[in-house]
């Protein structure tokens, strides 16, 4: 009982572990989009294990972090918004893997697409970036739009960038089927990474509202 | 109940009727059988409306004064405070939302937090000092238990009629009407604490539950009229107007058959 009215006077703990989870989380985040980055720029497919680890540490994670909701930090009715961002971060990471592993099986990236697929990994960099100060501001700011626009111009950016691969794209020679399975799904991974940012970036976004 | 149930418990318990044992029973039967059945049925129905008519009918049977002057005024507190809660909610969210558009989101949340809180303690000690002095006051009057006795056993029962029984209703306030965010669920669970704070100040037993109601949907109108589910609300207006006269009736005819 004591406990309980510690929690509600003093208060807080439980909700400091998880914001402290939620930003190693990003971090995890960010340092899986870096690495994936300087793969691509140096065309090491090595560094894919460490991504995979990024990726096993990002699930323990995020499990703690349900954990900790489940125990009691916030209010019941912003709960599920925590943990959808912490799902939302994790799935980014699942993405990098898959890109990092579909990268490892490929020889090399085709010279014509080379620099737009180095400058998207640059670009999901900064929104990991623009991610975590978002959600750094939800605890220190009022206003997060201007946070969250400058996001969706990235990706808004990378759309473009989609569109140029794409026209780029069909004019490669492709020796098998299998060559260009992997290619498409290195691609479609890589591109797809943003989005997930961004859907995390708006749950931020719902967080702010819903508490208003 | 022991800090300010006192007027609340005189104009039931003493200026209301003049009590007989046969009239608190009949009463008492009557209001608990409602209240179970609606609990059960998932329909709010008060408490009060189920005891003060009750007691009404069975004072009519018995043949005893009753004071209709004061039972006018309970039934236009009745409906006054509903209305009241209706308001004083949209004045409270709109404080509220000015005062956290200056702080950011997750300080917001760690003061609503504190903030359900203080609503929540409101509106228990409004139960005990409205609610259980209803139900208690003729039982305090007529000499069954002292005040302080009567508390105690209120507070007791009180906890396990919440434990037990209150989970279908819960349910039925927190999501039937409109969905609540935690925001919108204090300036409702304030809103209607102030209102029935203000009329067990004026010694009237007023119905937390339809003030809650009144509340909900004044938050729920300010966001939208179309966020009120409104199969819902015929429900719970009806069961306003329709308990009183089933009471009231119930006890006439208990007391009648009975005694």
Known sequence: MFKGIRKILVGGEKEKEILDLIREHIEKLSEAAETLKIAIENNDPSLNYEICELERIGDVIRREIALRLYEGAFLPAVRAEFYRFSELVDESIDLIEDTSVYFSMMAGINPEIRDLCVRIAELNCKMVDYLYHAFDSLEKELDLTDKTIKLRAKEQEIDGLKREIHSKMVKIDIKSFWEGYILSNFLDNLVNISDKIEDAADVIQILNVSLR | ??????????????????????????????????????????????????????????????????????????????????????????????????????????????????????????????????????????????????????????????????????????????????????????????????????????????????????????????KSTRTAKSPFLRKIFLSWVITPFVALTLGYIFARLLF
């Open chain 2, 1 to 222: 109940m022991i800090i300010q149930g006192q007027n609340v418990m005189k104009t039931v318990g003493k200026d209301l009727v003049s009590l007989r044992i046969e009239i608190i029973s009949i009463s008492l039967i009557i209001s608990s059988l409602a209240i179970v059945l609606s609990n059960w049925k998932k329909v709010p129905v008060s408490s009060h409306q189920a005891i003060v008519s009750s007691l009404v009918g069975s004072g009519f049977a018995f043949g005893v004064s009753v004071d209709v002057g004061i039972l006018l005024k309970i039934v236009e507190s009745w409906i006054v405070s509903p209305i009241g809660a209706f308001f004083l909610s949209i004045l409270v969210y709109r404080i509220l939302e000015r005062g956290l558009a200056r702080v950011p989101p997750l300080r917001a949340e760690r003061y609503i937090r504190y903030l359900l809180l203080l609503s929540g303690s409101v509106i228990a000690y409004n139960t005990g000092a409205n609610e259980l002095a209803t139900a208690l006051g003729p039982v305090v009057y007529f000499g069954l238990l002292t005040p302080l006795q009567a508390a105690f056993m209120g507070a007791i029962l009180l906890w396990a009629g919440a434990f037990m029984l209150s989970g279908r209703v819960v349910e039925t306030i927190g999501k039937g009407i409109t969905a609540l965010d935690p925001f919108s669920g204090f300036a409702a669970q304030f809103g209607a604490g102030l209102s029935v704070l203000f009329f067990t100040t004026l010694g009237m037993p007023v119905s937390t539950t339809y003030c809650v109601i009144g509340s909900i949907l004044g938050v729920g109108m300010l």
